[in-house]
């Protein structure tokens, strides 16, 4: 079993910056990709930002030059720090995993998701 945990939403003006974190547990031999994805009000959810195990990134165009996606192998834990925040930035934030578990089985995983208002 694998749990993803997220932490660092919340409220914060136009022009503000926050640090979003996901960390993962549970019987992890390895985890290849992790990315952040959003979904905003009435649209479907979108990637954001992505990052391979080797640390080479990949970026949404509406969030280029303003969000720096990165990771800690050691902690399992990738973040997502944000800045010159937007009011369309508003949004439930995902982490997700590809992980190789113990067992030798390979998922994705998802994070339960964490609440990012951005106010004009």
């Known amino acids: 079993q694998v749990q993803l945990v997220e932490s660092g939403g919340g409220l914060v003006q136009a022009g503000g910056s926050l640090r979003l974190s996901c960390a993962a547990s549970?019987?992890?031999?390895?985890?290849?990709?992790m990315g952040w994805s959003r979904q905003r009000p009435g649209k479907q959810r979108e990637l954001v930002a992505a990052?391979?195990?080797?640390?080479?990134?990949n970026y949404a165009d509406s969030v280029k030059g303003r969000f720096t996606i990165s990771r800690d192998n050691a902690k399992n834990t990738v973040y997502l720090q944000m800045n010159s925040l937007k009011p369309e930035d508003t949004a439930v934030y995902y982490c997700?995993?590809?992980?190789?578990?113990?067992?030798?089985?390979?998922?994705?995983?998802w994070g339960q998701g964490t609440q990012v208002t951005v106010s004009s």
């Open positions: 997700n995993a590809g992980v190789v578990t113990m067992e030798l089985s390979v998922s994705a995983y």
């Open positions: 990052i391979t195990s080797g640390g080479s990134t």
């Open positions: 549970g019987s992890i031999l390895r985890i290849n990709g």
